[in-house]
């Protein structure tokens, strides 16, 4: 692995790795992605997501697309195009907070974020981000 790559911290590196992949294989074996990133890198990890925000996805292969980037990326982009700064918004059924940490993102310091999720143990998730 040259210097430059080897440089760059796995959470950092594999995000990456598997969003070529995809985009490579239009979106086909992201299964196939997300148990061989579970068998061979697994456990709770942190992951930059656009924005600048560092998001905790829990050790389970159902969020792999929140690992990968592209959970739902015509979403976020509609988030991102409809939420200003000062804005207020409501994320109902949160899960781990991807979507509210892009509304974050986007109403700035100025505004506010309220997200609810109803899970015990997804809501652990969500407070860790």
Known sequence: MSSKLSSIPRYR???????LILSATRLHGLFTLSRFHYRHFGGAQAVDIP????LFIPDDPHYFGFLAGVHEPHVAEVIRSVVKPGSTCLDVGANIGYFAMIMAQSAGTSGRVIAFEPAPETYVALQTN
């Open 51 to 54: 924005g600048g925000s560092t």
């Open 13 to 19: 590196l594999l995000p990456r790795l598997y969003r």
